[in-house]
């Protein structure tokens, strides 16, 4: 019994790290998660659609598992090789038989190390393009996605869905899935081995495989929990970045800055407790596998030891030296794969889970998209009719209530209103950037539902109050990519709409830099820029959505001008609260909670003496005193 106390200590460690283990799982278990994110989709799932982005690159990854398969052969061969070398030095031997058994250790070894690198460059030039793939599908999906859509996704998530889980999911084509089957048969390589050459020390080791086996599963269960809170804490806080770096200004102005840093420093801080978790959690387990590990050593040795001094067997089988130190290798080899198995299938479920949040993306069907007999539209008069037009935003919240009107080719229409009456909306809906509900938009005769979508914006400049430059040249931000458009052309149309008068002062003219959101222009230059990118798309029909609004009198005056001037175009809508801007405007309608009121020229109106009028001498009675 004495001769055995040393293996009863061993487990009764482990036994004790074991109850240590069970006592954690349980009260991990009974935690309530609070994660924000469930998954809904089948591993299978998720593996059968990535799987057709890696279909074209089959021949790739047959290559990968070919030369694997002479790198997995080292790990295997190696440990028979230094056994035998261990056996040839303890008896006389020529140096012919020591130097033949080197030399082929260092062949198969050389042989590994350039598997092992053509792996690698063929996995990662794979991995990369497939992760490209499914990167350029999903922002050519969030592209269709209608507007209401995309207001009720933070911009933050979308952005972590195309890089941060992008990577996630590039890990698993370019490491994780080929190791996984790598270590597996690696595993059952040295297993196969270790049997064929002393199966009494091949179940000394397997002793330790359910222990091995009872940590992972709890490993796992409690990794994979704090994983999730980490990719949970970067999406707050990328969410919180893109929308509080975009309002930086109205923080500023607010003077709420020490405010949102408390706030980031909450999301901050979590973020960095959850990963604080998560290196804890791998501080724990990796050191319980490797004290499996040198346990077995210790084991291996004992009886290895035992047996060879005192010339006795183990269960029938002699131990030599050779087999202790081809042992003692495998031994390391067996549980290293053991340990990144553990490892990398929670990286597997952290892969799973960022691809299914990107499904999740390309799940969400555009609800507006062109019916399947759309057609395109060549060219456009420009009248437009609406007829008993519905629509609301949130369900039975009516916007617009039976709403008809019609406008002629190369008529200039206004729409006037308070706030929230529906103006934009009429605008946004022309376009179909949002379906009404009921009712029907007519251009030219043609329902708008039966015209394909890109089709029919092509026919339409918009110029809105909140203008949007990129952050790229002047150029840039009017061709907006348009080819076959020379620099004199781009010039022409900017002194059509008075934006030549800044742009030549500027130090590079056209290549000039636009910062982001173009704040190195003042909000009338950007407007000029808006009107100069409209016309030279050579729209049929022109938008203007509060184009005169937050700008100086002489900013005012040229793009009073440039109005003017794009009447002449096409047919033309436009929403303005400066009552002076339209006073040439063929018709003007004036709405009230969703509903038409009246409508007429200019000087129709003002002898009505209704709405209109009231808004018309309130404007002028405020102007005169702001005079």
Not at 228 to 255: A, C, P
Not at 466 to 478: A, C, H
């Amino acid at each position: 019994m004495r001769e055995f106390f040393p293996l009863i200590c061993v487990g009764a460690t482990i036994g004790v790290f074991s109850l240590i283990f069970i006592i954690a799982y349980f009260y991990v278990k009974s935690i309530k998660e609070t994660s924000s994110y469930d998954r809904n989709m089948k591993d299978s799932d998720i593996l059968r659609r990535l799987f057709e982005y890696a279909k074209p690159y089959g021949k790739s990854y047959i290559i990968v598992a070919l030369v694997m398969l002479f790198s997995i052969a080292y790990d295997i061969i190696s440990p028979m090789i230094i056994g035998d070398i261990e056996k040839l030095i303890t008896h006389d031997f020529p140096m012919k038989s020591l130097f033949i058994r080197v030399g082929a250790y260092v062949c198969i070894l050389l042989v590994s190390l350039i598997c092992t690198y053509i792996q690698a460059i063929v996995l990662q030039k794979t991995g990369q393009k497939i992760i490209s793939a499914i990167r350029e599908d999903l922002f050519k999906h969030i592209e269709g996605l209608s507007h209401a859509q995309l207001n009720n996704i933070p911009v933050g998530k979308l952005v972590t869905r195309v890089t941060n889980d992008m990577n996630s999911i590039s890990m698993m084509f370019t490491n994780i899935l080929v190791n996984l089957v790598k270590n597996v048969f690696i595993i059952l390589g040295i297993l196969t081995a270790m049997l064929c050459i002393n199966y009494a020390l091949t179940l000394m080791v397997l002793c330790f495989v359910p222990f091995i086996v009872l940590f992972t599963v709890i490993f796992q269960k409690i990794s994979r929990r704090v994983r999730r809170k980490v990719t949970d804490g970067y999406t707050d806080i990328n969410t919180f970045l893109s929308e509080n770096l975009s309002g930086m200004k109205i923080i500023q102005i607010f003077n709420r800055e020490e405010k949102k840093k408390q706030e980031f420093d909450k999301k901050n801080e979590a973020l960095g407790h959850s990963i604080m978790q998560q290196i804890y959690t791998f501080a724990v387990f990796r050191p319980v596998v490797y004290m499996l590990y040198i346990s077995s050593v210790l084991c291996l040795l004992y009886l290895g030891g035992r047996g060879y001094i005192k010339n006795t067997q183990l269960l029938g089988q002699v131990i030599d030296s050779g087999t202790v130190v081809t042992f003692y290798m495998y031994i390391s080899k067996f549980f290293n794969p053991i340990q990144n198995l553990a490892e990398q299938f929670n990286m597997l479920q952290a892969a799973f889970a960022s691809a299914e949040k990107v499904f999740t993306v390309f799940n969400l069907q555009p609800q507006v998209v062109d019916s399947p007999d759309a057609i395109e539209l060549e060219h456009v008069e420009g009248n437009i009719e609406f007829k008993h037009v519905w629509f609301s935003y949130v369900p039975d919240e009516w916007v617009l209530k039976d709403v008809s009107f019609s406008v002629k080719a190369n008529e200039t229409v206004a729409f006037v209103g308070s706030t929230g009456s529906g103006k934009t909306t009429i605008l946004s809906l022309i376009c179909r950037n949002y379906d009404i509900q009921k009712g029907e938009i007519l251009i030219d005769g043609i329902n708008i539902r039966n015209i394909k979508i890109s089709s029919l914006r092509k026919h339409f400049g918009q110029m809105l109050q909140d203008v949007f430059l990129f952050s790229d040249t002047i150029r840039g931000n009017i061709l907006l990519n348009l080819e076959g458009v020379s620099d004199d052309e781009v010039m022409e149309v900017c002194r059509y709409v008075n934006a030549d008068k800044f742009i030549s002062r500027l130090t590079y003219g056209l290549d000039e830099e636009v910062r982001e959101r173009g704040s190195n222009f003042s909000a009338g230059q950007r407007q000029l820029l808006s009107f100069a990118r409209t016309i030279i798309h050579k729209p049929e029909v022109m938008i203007l959505d509060e184009a005169t609004a937050n700008i100086d009198t002489e900013t005012e005056i040229l793009i009073q001008d440039s109005l003017e001037k794009l009447m002449n175009i096409g047919t033309m809508l436009i929403v303005a609260h400066r009552l002076s801007t339209i006073r040439n405007a063929d018709n003007i309608i004036v709405l009230s909670h969703g509903e038409i009121v009246e409508q007429g020229n200019h000087s129709e109106l003002l002898e009505r003496r209704g709405r209109y009028y009231r808004l018309y001498m309130l404007q002028s009675e405020k102007e005169r005193i702001q005079a």
